[in-house]
């Protein structure tokens, strides 16, 4: 069925064929039928990663296969999503042992995208917890874990989609005694100072910092640092006591339409920001909350990315090793200059990386918002150049402008990478706008 599809960040649109599936076999007669193919789960990532001219979706193959829950092991089919799987592990003590910033993502996404999460320094990313997955590729049906076709298990985990539709997977979960965060909220007067905190709580399970921009001057990187342990039920009030696995309420606000695009701009920037840190009246606060909104507090708003306007936006996403915070500073330095602050700006610190082609490395990573106007794309290139001349690279599900010189450069592992999707997808019937963009499937 013809029909025009886009990412979370609503850019780019394309108009493609879309298929779904509810068994393997219907799935492999129509890989065998078409070319130019890749799967798509819940549109969560925020570029063209799973754009194509012919898409498949694995939303309607989401069943529950098994689920151990004395040793918490969880076996499902890829179009599950995880607020779907949390709804049923945590009332019996599991948690995801790693989850991004939404939970509205398939499991097959998170695969694709080898997501990390507030505990990466601690816990790696998705596919370090992976017991083993099905993927079907241009030559069938292939089982593939961290010892069984090694080599196509690494180049699936983070490749994007580029090996073949992922189907089946199992993996380990996180034991937890309640559905709550113990919270540690610190405001830091500068980004000397947030790093310097990120060092002080590295112990922390989870931790993650809101950041200013756009501030200048003393205050240049003024940020909340916020850091948590799951819960124990001793830490519990008396009312959260009463069911301490019980599960937060579904969200119920929603942005009906696309908000105008001139509602953001630099002077509703800077007063978010201000807001945003002010709100915080003490140094430190401590408190029990909810798991919701400490892993997934913009969730709380449905089609939020429509406040972004009609012609979308992009997530920019880097990382930077550890010893590189004047690269760090340099961007935020540009950003500031040029006044196109983030609403939504997260710094986290991850551990040493883990995966082939995955994005983390043991360094600083920042996630930021803008809006596609004239002028943005030559803005980010900029970026890019800082971010190569320190080290850094890009995240490819944030990804939807990136030129291919800067992906070649920035991940050492690309040709291996390129190599073994070759393997297992040799005439590319496996594509994406990205790949070709990138020039790994249409070389």
């Given amino acids: 069925m013809q029909k025009q599809l886009a990412n979370w960040g ?34 969560r990532c925020y570029g063209d990663a799973s754009l194509a001219q012919n898409s498949v979706s694995t939303l309607k193959y989401d069943k529950v296969l098994s689920f151990d829950i004395t040793n918490g092991v969880f076996e499902c089919q890829s179009g599950i999503t ?16 790693v989850t991004p910033g939404t939970k509205f993502i398939t499991v097959g996404g998170a695969i694709a995208s080898d997501v990390h999460g507030k505990n990466h320094h601690v816990d790696g990313c998705f596919s370090n917890h992976i017991v083993y997955m099905e993927v079907l590729t241009a030559q ?20 994007m ?6 189907t089946n997977v199992q993996f380990n979960l996180k034991k937890i005694e309640t559905a709550y965060i113990k919270q540690k909220q610190i405001k830091a007067k500068n980004l000397d100072e947030v790093i310097a905190l990120f060092e002080q709580y590295k112990h922390y399970t989870y931790s993650m910092a809101w950041i200013d921009c756009l ?23 008396p009312k959260q006591a009463v069911a301490p696995l019980q599960l937060p309420a579904k969200p119920k606000l929603t942005v009906p339409f696309n908000l105008p695009s001139f509602i953001l701009n630099n002077f509703t ?8 840190y002010n709100k915080n009246t003490r140094k430190e606060i401590n408190n029990v ?9 913009l969730d709380a708003i449905l089609h939020w990315n429509r406040g972004y306007g009609k012609k979308g936006f992009v997530q920019y996403q880097f990382v930077l090793p550890l010893a590189q915070k004047d690269g760090l500073i340099a961007i935020l330095k540009r950003i500031s200059d040029k006044g196109w602050g983030s609403f939504l700006a997260v710094l986290k610190v991850f551990g040493q990386q883990d995966s082939l082609i995955s994005f983390p490395m043991e360094g600083y990573t920042l996630a930021l918002d803008f809006p596609v106007r004239n002028g943005l794309f030559e803005f980010l290139d900029e970026l890019d150049e800082i971010v190569l001349q320190y080290g850094g690279r890009l995240y490819l599900s944030k990804d939807a402008r990136m030129q291919q010189a800067t992906f070649w450069k920035s991940y050492p592992n690309a040709q291996t990478f390129a190599d073994t999707v070759n393997k297992f997808n040799p005439s590319h019937k496996f594509s994406s706008i990205q790949s070709d963009r990138l020039q790994l499937t249409n070389q």
């Fill in 10 to 43: 609503n850019y780019p649109v394309l108009t493609c064929d879309e298929c779904t599936f509810t068994n393997e076999e219907q799935l492999q007669q129509y890989v065998n039928a078409h070319n130019n193919i890749i799967a798509r789960g819940n549109g």
């Fill in 215 to 237: 501030k200048k001057g003393d205050g240049f990187g003024r940020s909340i640092l916020i850091v948590g342990e799951h819960a124990t039920k001793n830490e519990l009030n």
């Fill in 269 to 276: 920037v800077k007063a978010f920001n201000w807001l945003y």
């Fill in 289 to 297: 909350v909810p798991y919701e909104p400490f892993f997934y507090p």
């Fill in 140 to 159: 069938g049906l292939v089982r593939c874990s961290p010892t069984e076709n090694s080599d196509l298990f690494w180049a699936t985990s983070g490749g």
């Fill in 82 to 97: 995880l607020d779907q799987i949390l709804d049923i592990i945590v009332p019996k003590g599991w948690f995801l042992p």
């Fill in 161 to 166: 989609g580029l090996t073949g539709v992922i």
